[in-house]
């Protein structure tokens, strides 16, 4: 059964930084590229970042280059997501995604964390 369940949401200030994190199971993290995915109320899901199965190649967003960073530990079949100088328009729900190729489409998504941004 795959699964990807991500953890790490939560409350924090502006300026401030969280590390999400997105475990795997059911599949083999050498197979999916993973990306990290947000939605905010009344808006579409946005694309973040991903980083693929193979080299460790990386892609961003322009609203989050430089701010976010993408991370997978093979080992612990987990992706993290390190988010730093987060800013009010960052709080949604975010979710990470077993992409086929380099995240070219999604086959599989997380239940989602919320992640709020608010002094």
């Known amino acids: 059964q795959v699964q990807l369940v991500e953890s790490g949401g939560g409350l924090v200030q502006p300026g401030g930084s969280l590390r999400l994190s997105c475990a795997v199971s059911g599949f083999t993290m050498d197979y999916y590229a993973i990306g990290w995915f947000r939605q905010a109320p009344g808006k579409e899901r946005e694309a973040l970042s991903c980083?693929?199965?193979?080299?460790?190649?990386?892609i961003y967003a322009d609203s989050v280059k430089g701010r976010f960073t993408i991370s997978r530990d093979n080992a612990k079949n987990t992706v993290y997501l390190h988010m730093n100088s987060l800013k009010p328009e960052d709080a949604a729900v975010y979710y990470c995604?077993?992409?086929?190729?380099?995240?070219?489409?999604?086959?599989?998504w997380g239940q989602g964390t919320q992640v709020t941004v608010s002094s």
């Open positions: 980083i693929s199965s193979s080299d460790g190649s990386t």
């Open positions: 995604a077993a992409e086929v190729g380099f995240c070219l489409r999604v086959e599989y």
